[in-house]
Protein backbone atom coordinates (compact mmCIF):
# COMPACT_ATOMS: atom_id res chain seq x y z
CA UNK A 1 0.00 0.00 0.00
CA UNK A 2 1.35 3.15 -1.33
CA UNK A 3 2.01 5.63 1.85
CA UNK A 4 1.47 8.96 1.91
CA UNK A 5 4.50 11.51 2.58
CA UNK A 6 4.04 14.86 3.95
CA UNK A 7 6.52 18.13 4.54
CA UNK A 8 7.91 18.43 8.38
CA UNK A 9 6.57 21.65 9.83
CA UNK A 10 9.29 24.19 10.34
CA UNK A 11 10.86 24.83 13.61
CA UNK A 12 9.31 28.61 13.60
CA UNK A 13 5.74 27.58 12.60
CA UNK A 14 2.96 28.44 15.43
CA UNK A 15 -0.28 27.91 15.88
CA UNK A 16 -2.79 30.58 14.88
CA UNK A 17 -4.34 32.43 17.61
CA UNK A 18 -7.90 31.97 17.68
CA UNK A 19 -8.74 34.68 20.60
CA UNK A 20 -9.92 37.33 17.96
CA UNK A 21 -11.02 35.37 15.70
CA UNK A 22 -14.87 35.71 14.60
CA UNK A 23 -17.44 33.91 12.44
CA UNK A 24 -18.33 36.00 8.77
CA UNK A 25 -22.21 37.00 8.77
CA UNK A 26 -24.75 35.42 6.18
CA UNK A 27 -24.42 36.90 2.39
CA UNK A 28 -26.61 36.71 0.04
CA UNK A 29 -25.11 35.36 -4.02
CA UNK A 30 -27.16 35.76 -7.11
CA UNK A 31 -27.06 32.64 -9.07
CA UNK A 32 -27.49 32.86 -13.29
CA UNK A 33 -29.50 30.12 -14.99
CA UNK A 34 -26.28 29.75 -17.40
CA UNK A 35 -24.02 26.99 -18.13
CA UNK A 36 -23.79 23.59 -19.80
CA UNK A 37 -25.25 22.24 -16.35
CA UNK A 38 -28.45 24.20 -16.94
CA UNK A 39 -29.04 23.43 -20.37
CA UNK A 40 -28.79 20.14 -19.75
CA UNK A 41 -31.26 20.38 -16.81
CA UNK A 42 -33.49 22.26 -18.79
CA UNK A 43 -33.67 19.10 -21.79
CA UNK A 44 -34.42 17.12 -19.53
CA UNK A 45 -36.82 19.29 -17.86
CA UNK A 46 -38.80 20.14 -21.18
CA UNK A 47 -38.37 17.33 -22.89
CA UNK A 48 -38.38 14.26 -20.65
CA UNK A 49 -40.38 15.28 -18.03
CA UNK A 50 -38.24 15.10 -15.27
CA UNK A 51 -37.18 11.28 -15.94
CA UNK A 52 -33.44 10.30 -16.56
CA UNK A 53 -35.17 6.89 -18.37
CA UNK A 54 -36.97 8.63 -20.32
CA UNK A 55 -33.21 11.42 -21.28
CA UNK A 56 -31.49 7.60 -21.52
CA UNK A 57 -33.69 5.92 -23.93
CA UNK A 58 -33.80 9.26 -26.11
CA UNK A 59 -29.62 8.71 -25.90
CA UNK A 60 -29.74 5.62 -26.95
CA UNK A 61 -32.70 6.24 -29.85
CA UNK A 62 -29.85 9.03 -31.00
CA UNK A 63 -26.94 6.45 -30.69
CA UNK A 64 -28.41 3.81 -32.71
CA UNK A 65 -29.19 6.13 -35.15
CA UNK A 66 -26.35 7.78 -35.30
CA UNK A 67 -24.54 4.56 -35.91
CA UNK A 68 -27.21 3.37 -38.46
CA UNK A 69 -25.55 6.50 -40.26
CA UNK A 70 -22.20 5.75 -39.68
CA UNK A 71 -23.25 2.08 -40.76
CA UNK A 72 -24.26 2.98 -43.83
CA UNK A 73 -21.83 5.51 -45.30
CA UNK A 74 -18.75 3.19 -44.36
CA UNK A 75 -20.46 0.22 -46.99
CA UNK A 76 -18.64 2.64 -49.62
CA UNK A 77 -22.18 3.57 -51.57
CA UNK A 78 -22.00 5.76 -54.01
CA UNK A 79 -21.92 9.88 -52.79
CA UNK A 80 -22.65 11.14 -55.82
CA UNK A 81 -20.34 14.22 -55.52
CA UNK A 82 -22.44 15.79 -52.99
CA UNK A 83 -22.47 17.35 -49.69
CA UNK A 84 -18.72 18.02 -49.65
CA UNK A 85 -18.59 21.82 -50.48
CA UNK A 86 -17.00 24.43 -48.23
CA UNK A 87 -18.76 25.52 -45.67
CA UNK A 88 -17.87 29.45 -44.59
CA UNK A 89 -18.05 31.30 -40.75
CA UNK A 90 -21.57 32.63 -42.47
CA UNK A 91 -22.94 29.51 -43.38
CA UNK A 92 -21.96 28.08 -39.79
CA UNK A 93 -23.55 30.70 -37.63
CA UNK A 94 -26.35 30.99 -39.31
CA UNK A 95 -29.77 31.43 -36.46
CA UNK A 96 -32.10 28.45 -36.92
CA UNK A 97 -34.97 31.28 -35.88
CA UNK A 98 -34.72 32.88 -39.04
CA UNK A 99 -35.37 29.68 -41.06
CA UNK A 100 -37.26 31.62 -44.09
CA UNK A 101 -33.90 33.48 -44.98
CA UNK A 102 -31.44 30.45 -44.94
CA UNK A 103 -30.32 29.37 -48.02
CA UNK A 104 -31.12 25.49 -48.20
CA UNK A 105 -28.75 24.36 -50.80
CA UNK A 106 -25.80 25.64 -49.30
CA UNK A 107 -27.10 24.21 -45.89
CA UNK A 108 -26.77 20.81 -47.47
CA UNK A 109 -23.97 21.30 -50.16
CA UNK A 110 -26.12 21.61 -53.02
CA UNK A 111 -24.96 25.11 -54.41
CA UNK A 112 -23.94 23.74 -57.36
CA UNK A 113 -27.03 21.99 -58.41
CA UNK A 114 -29.90 23.83 -56.60
CA UNK A 115 -33.25 23.09 -57.96
CA UNK A 116 -31.73 20.08 -60.23
CA UNK A 117 -30.98 18.38 -57.25
CA UNK A 118 -32.92 14.77 -57.04
CA UNK A 119 -34.52 12.94 -53.99
CA UNK A 120 -30.88 10.52 -54.09
CA UNK A 121 -28.27 13.67 -53.80
CA UNK A 122 -30.67 15.35 -50.81
CA UNK A 123 -30.98 12.24 -48.89
CA UNK A 124 -26.65 11.92 -49.28
CA UNK A 125 -25.91 15.52 -48.78
CA UNK A 126 -27.92 15.46 -45.59
CA UNK A 127 -26.38 12.05 -44.45
CA UNK A 128 -23.17 13.76 -44.70
CA UNK A 129 -23.73 16.87 -43.02
CA UNK A 130 -25.43 14.66 -39.79
CA UNK A 131 -22.25 12.63 -39.76
CA UNK A 132 -19.92 15.80 -39.21
CA UNK A 133 -22.45 18.21 -37.58
CA UNK A 134 -24.42 15.56 -35.39
CA UNK A 135 -24.45 16.85 -31.64
CA UNK A 136 -23.14 13.38 -29.99
CA UNK A 137 -20.57 13.40 -32.39
CA UNK A 138 -19.75 16.56 -31.51
CA UNK A 139 -19.42 16.09 -27.89
CA UNK A 140 -16.96 13.13 -28.09
CA UNK A 141 -14.96 14.28 -30.21
CA UNK A 142 -14.75 18.63 -30.64
CA UNK A 143 -16.36 19.46 -27.52
CA UNK A 144 -14.43 21.60 -25.12
CA UNK A 145 -13.90 19.05 -22.30
CA UNK A 146 -14.74 19.78 -18.58
CA UNK A 147 -13.03 19.28 -15.30
CA UNK A 148 -16.51 18.19 -13.88
CA UNK A 149 -17.59 14.71 -13.86
CA UNK A 150 -21.22 16.17 -13.81
CA UNK A 151 -20.71 17.41 -17.44
CA UNK A 152 -19.30 14.54 -19.03
CA UNK A 153 -20.90 14.02 -22.17
CA UNK A 154 -22.39 17.37 -22.59
CA UNK A 155 -22.00 19.51 -26.13
CA UNK A 156 -20.67 22.95 -24.96
CA UNK A 157 -20.48 23.87 -28.57
CA UNK A 158 -24.27 25.31 -28.78
CA UNK A 159 -23.48 26.88 -31.99
CA UNK A 160 -22.83 23.75 -33.84
CA UNK A 161 -25.95 22.68 -32.06
CA UNK A 162 -27.82 25.55 -34.19
CA UNK A 163 -26.27 25.14 -37.52
CA UNK A 164 -27.55 21.24 -36.91
CA UNK A 165 -31.05 22.65 -36.65
CA UNK A 166 -30.69 24.72 -39.90
CA UNK A 167 -29.86 21.05 -41.58
CA UNK A 168 -32.76 19.47 -40.40
CA UNK A 169 -34.99 22.53 -40.92
CA UNK A 170 -33.21 22.18 -44.56
CA UNK A 171 -33.60 18.47 -44.91
CA UNK A 172 -37.24 18.79 -43.57
CA UNK A 173 -38.12 21.34 -46.60
CA UNK A 174 -36.45 19.90 -49.40
CA UNK A 175 -37.76 16.49 -48.77
CA UNK A 176 -41.60 18.11 -49.06
CA UNK A 177 -42.41 18.54 -52.72
CA UNK A 178 -45.07 21.42 -51.75
CA UNK A 179 -42.67 23.14 -49.75
CA UNK A 180 -39.78 22.59 -51.80
CA UNK A 181 -41.70 24.13 -54.66
CA UNK A 182 -43.10 27.37 -52.74
CA UNK A 183 -38.87 28.04 -51.72
CA UNK A 184 -37.90 27.33 -55.24
CA UNK A 185 -39.63 29.66 -56.46
CA UNK A 186 -37.86 32.44 -54.49
CA UNK A 187 -34.91 30.37 -54.50
CA UNK A 188 -31.71 33.20 -53.82
CA UNK A 189 -29.91 32.35 -56.76
CA UNK A 190 -32.89 32.94 -58.64
CA UNK A 191 -33.79 36.24 -57.36
CA UNK A 192 -30.12 37.73 -57.54
CA UNK A 193 -30.51 36.52 -61.34
CA UNK A 194 -34.00 38.54 -62.01
CA UNK A 195 -32.16 41.66 -60.35
CA UNK A 196 -29.58 41.53 -63.05
CA UNK A 197 -32.40 41.16 -66.34
CA UNK A 198 -32.31 43.68 -68.91
CA UNK A 199 -34.97 46.43 -67.43
CA UNK A 200 -36.98 47.27 -71.24
CA UNK A 201 -37.69 50.69 -70.66
CA UNK A 202 -33.91 51.65 -70.05
CA UNK A 203 -32.79 49.00 -71.77
CA UNK A 204 -34.00 49.74 -75.43
CA UNK A 205 -33.07 53.08 -75.47
CA UNK A 206 -29.52 52.20 -74.39
CA UNK A 207 -29.42 49.43 -77.05
CA UNK A 208 -30.56 50.84 -80.56
CA UNK A 209 -29.20 47.37 -82.05
CA UNK A 210 -27.66 44.39 -80.90
CA UNK A 211 -25.31 42.12 -82.37
CA UNK A 212 -25.81 38.33 -83.54
CA UNK A 213 -24.03 37.12 -80.65
CA UNK A 214 -24.65 39.78 -77.85
CA UNK A 215 -28.62 39.10 -78.27
CA UNK A 216 -28.13 35.15 -77.71
CA UNK A 217 -25.78 35.81 -75.08
CA UNK A 218 -28.17 38.24 -73.19
CA UNK A 219 -31.11 36.39 -73.94
CA UNK A 220 -30.79 32.61 -74.08
CA UNK A 221 -30.17 32.46 -69.94
CA UNK A 222 -33.24 34.18 -69.04
CA UNK A 223 -35.49 31.98 -70.86
CA UNK A 224 -33.39 29.14 -69.74
CA UNK A 225 -33.61 29.99 -66.04
CA UNK A 226 -37.52 30.61 -66.43
CA UNK A 227 -38.18 27.62 -68.23
CA UNK A 228 -38.70 25.65 -64.51
CA UNK A 229 -42.01 26.99 -63.80
CA UNK A 230 -43.84 26.34 -66.78
CA UNK A 231 -46.65 23.48 -66.81
CA UNK A 232 -46.04 22.26 -70.24
CA UNK A 233 -42.79 20.31 -70.45
CA UNK A 234 -40.79 20.87 -72.27
CA UNK A 235 -40.91 24.63 -73.38
CA UNK A 236 -39.04 25.62 -76.53
CA UNK A 237 -35.86 27.45 -76.00
CA UNK A 238 -34.45 30.88 -77.89
CA UNK A 239 -32.26 28.69 -80.19
CA UNK A 240 -29.56 29.88 -82.27
CA UNK A 241 -29.41 32.37 -85.26
CA UNK A 242 -30.03 29.91 -87.91
CA UNK A 243 -33.94 28.37 -86.15
CA UNK A 244 -36.18 28.04 -88.74
CA UNK A 245 -39.31 30.24 -88.86
CA UNK A 246 -41.84 27.71 -87.68
CA UNK A 247 -39.18 27.21 -84.47
CA UNK A 248 -39.36 31.07 -84.30
CA UNK A 249 -42.79 31.33 -84.38
CA UNK A 250 -43.46 28.43 -81.85
CA UNK A 251 -41.13 29.96 -79.17
CA UNK A 252 -42.76 32.94 -79.01
CA UNK A 253 -46.52 31.59 -78.89
CA UNK A 254 -45.54 29.55 -76.57
CA UNK A 255 -43.53 32.06 -73.97
CA UNK A 256 -46.41 34.93 -74.89
CA UNK A 257 -49.20 31.79 -73.53
CA UNK A 258 -47.05 30.71 -70.84
CA UNK A 259 -48.66 29.13 -67.80
CA UNK A 260 -46.36 29.23 -64.49
CA UNK A 261 -46.93 26.94 -61.62
CA UNK A 262 -44.43 29.90 -59.18
CA UNK A 263 -46.12 30.64 -56.30
CA UNK A 264 -45.05 33.18 -53.13
CA UNK A 265 -46.21 31.33 -50.13
CA UNK A 266 -43.04 31.28 -48.76
CA UNK A 267 -42.84 35.02 -48.23
CA UNK A 268 -45.90 35.03 -45.96
CA UNK A 269 -45.95 37.03 -42.93
CA UNK A 270 -46.06 34.32 -40.17
CA UNK A 271 -49.11 34.24 -38.12
CA UNK A 272 -48.87 34.12 -34.46
CA UNK A 273 -50.54 31.31 -33.63
CA UNK A 274 -49.95 32.20 -29.91
CA UNK A 275 -52.37 35.02 -30.15
CA UNK A 276 -56.15 34.32 -29.37
CA UNK A 277 -57.00 37.20 -31.64
CA UNK A 278 -59.27 35.24 -34.78
CA UNK A 279 -59.41 38.79 -36.10
CA UNK A 280 -55.81 39.52 -36.01
CA UNK A 281 -55.47 35.59 -37.55
CA UNK A 282 -57.69 36.73 -40.44
CA UNK A 283 -56.40 39.93 -41.27
CA UNK A 284 -52.79 38.27 -41.64
CA UNK A 285 -54.22 35.34 -43.68
CA UNK A 286 -56.17 38.31 -45.67
CA UNK A 287 -52.97 40.24 -46.26
CA UNK A 288 -51.00 37.08 -47.34
CA UNK A 289 -53.71 36.29 -50.10
CA UNK A 290 -53.92 39.94 -51.44
CA UNK A 291 -49.66 39.81 -51.54
CA UNK A 292 -49.26 36.38 -53.34
CA UNK A 293 -51.94 37.53 -56.14
CA UNK A 294 -49.73 41.09 -56.67
CA UNK A 295 -46.67 39.56 -56.49
CA UNK A 296 -47.81 36.87 -59.73
CA UNK A 297 -49.48 39.31 -61.63
CA UNK A 298 -46.22 41.05 -61.12
CA UNK A 299 -44.40 38.34 -62.56
CA UNK A 300 -46.44 37.78 -65.03
CA UNK A 301 -46.02 40.94 -66.23
CA UNK A 302 -42.64 40.97 -65.45
CA UNK A 303 -41.87 38.40 -68.25
CA UNK A 304 -44.39 39.26 -70.78
CA UNK A 305 -42.08 42.25 -70.95
CA UNK A 306 -38.88 40.01 -71.13
CA UNK A 307 -40.86 38.40 -74.40
CA UNK A 308 -41.45 41.94 -75.83
CA UNK A 309 -38.05 42.61 -75.85
CA UNK A 310 -36.47 40.13 -77.00
CA UNK A 311 -38.49 39.75 -79.73
CA UNK A 312 -37.80 43.60 -80.67
CA UNK A 313 -34.14 42.76 -80.96
CA UNK A 314 -34.65 39.45 -82.25
CA UNK A 315 -32.77 39.15 -85.45
CA UNK A 316 -34.26 36.69 -86.94
CA UNK A 317 -37.62 38.10 -87.49
CA UNK A 318 -36.13 40.38 -89.98
CA UNK A 319 -34.88 37.46 -92.00
CA UNK A 320 -38.25 35.87 -91.46
CA UNK A 321 -40.21 39.20 -93.10
CA UNK A 322 -37.58 39.42 -95.98
CA UNK A 323 -38.19 35.84 -96.80
CA UNK A 324 -42.23 36.03 -96.24
CA UNK A 325 -41.73 39.27 -98.57
CA UNK A 326 -40.12 37.36 -101.17
CA UNK A 327 -42.14 35.07 -101.07
CA UNK A 328 -45.09 37.18 -101.73
CA UNK A 329 -43.46 38.96 -105.24
CA UNK A 330 -42.61 35.59 -106.52
CA UNK A 331 -46.25 34.09 -105.83
CA UNK A 332 -47.65 37.26 -107.33
CA UNK A 333 -44.96 37.12 -110.45
CA UNK A 334 -46.21 33.47 -111.19
CA UNK A 335 -49.15 34.44 -111.19
CA UNK A 336 -49.48 37.44 -113.68
CA UNK A 337 -47.14 34.89 -116.36
CA UNK A 338 -49.23 32.93 -119.05
CA UNK A 339 -49.51 29.57 -118.95
CA UNK A 340 -46.47 29.27 -121.90
CA UNK A 341 -44.41 31.11 -119.48
CA UNK A 342 -43.68 33.88 -121.57
CA UNK A 343 -44.10 37.43 -120.36
CA UNK A 344 -47.41 38.95 -121.44
CA UNK A 345 -47.35 42.47 -122.56
CA UNK A 346 -48.52 45.22 -120.22
CA UNK A 347 -51.52 46.96 -121.27
CA UNK A 348 -51.32 50.81 -122.19
CA UNK A 349 -52.79 53.44 -119.77
CA UNK A 350 -55.32 54.43 -122.28
CA UNK A 351 -56.48 50.94 -122.78
CA UNK A 352 -56.91 50.77 -118.91
CA UNK A 353 -59.16 53.86 -119.02
CA UNK A 354 -61.44 52.27 -121.96
CA UNK A 355 -61.60 49.03 -120.37
CA UNK A 356 -63.04 51.11 -117.11
CA UNK A 357 -65.54 53.20 -119.00
CA UNK A 358 -67.01 50.24 -120.84
CA UNK A 359 -67.56 48.51 -117.86
CA UNK A 360 -68.97 51.67 -116.13
CA UNK A 361 -71.32 52.26 -118.86
CA UNK A 362 -72.37 48.11 -118.93
CA UNK A 363 -72.82 48.79 -115.13
CA UNK A 364 -74.82 52.02 -115.38
CA UNK A 365 -77.40 50.16 -118.35
CA UNK A 366 -77.69 46.95 -115.97
CA UNK A 367 -78.86 49.09 -113.08
CA UNK A 368 -81.63 51.29 -115.21
CA UNK A 369 -83.18 47.50 -116.77
CA UNK A 370 -83.04 46.65 -113.21
CA UNK A 371 -85.12 49.65 -112.41
CA UNK A 372 -87.32 49.27 -115.04
CA UNK A 373 -88.16 46.02 -114.08
CA UNK A 374 -88.64 46.82 -110.31
CA UNK A 375 -91.15 49.28 -111.56
CA UNK A 376 -92.93 47.25 -114.20
CA UNK A 377 -93.15 44.39 -111.18
CA UNK A 378 -94.80 46.92 -109.26
CA UNK A 379 -97.20 47.98 -111.35
CA UNK A 380 -98.60 44.56 -111.76
CA UNK A 381 -98.73 43.93 -108.08
CA UNK A 382 -101.15 46.96 -107.81
CA UNK A 383 -102.89 46.14 -110.94
CA UNK A 384 -103.56 42.84 -109.19
CA UNK A 385 -105.21 43.75 -106.03
CA UNK A 386 -107.42 46.30 -107.31
CA UNK A 387 -108.60 43.61 -109.43
CA UNK A 388 -108.87 41.53 -106.46
CA UNK A 389 -110.63 44.07 -104.43
CA UNK A 390 -113.25 45.05 -107.48
CA UNK A 391 -114.04 40.77 -107.14
CA UNK A 392 -114.62 41.24 -103.31
CA UNK A 393 -117.21 44.60 -103.97
CA UNK A 394 -118.88 42.34 -106.21
CA UNK A 395 -119.51 38.98 -104.36
CA UNK A 396 -120.20 40.95 -101.30
CA UNK A 397 -123.28 42.61 -103.29
Sequence with gaps: MASIQTNVLPKSYTLPSVANASIAGPSSSRLLPVGPAYISHLRLTIHHDHSFEAHDAHLEKERQKLEEIQNSAANGDDDLGVGDEPESEELLALD????????????????????????????????????????????????????????????????????????????????????????????????????????????????KSLSDAEFFKIFTPIFERESRFSKKQPVPMLGDINASKEHVEGFYDSWYNFDSWRSFEWLDKEINEGSDNRDDKRYTEKKNKSERARRKKEDIARLRLLVDLTLSFDPRIKRIKQQEKEAREAKKAAKSAPASGAATPQKSKAQEEEEKRKKEEEEKIAKADAKKAKAAAANAAKKARRAARTVEDGATA
Design 96 to 207: PKEWKKHDYYAVLGLSHLRYKANAEQIKIAHRKKVLKHHPDKKASSTAPQSTSSLLTGVNLNTNDDAFFKCIAKAHEVLTNPEKRRQYDSVDHELMDAQEDDPIPSTFAKAN
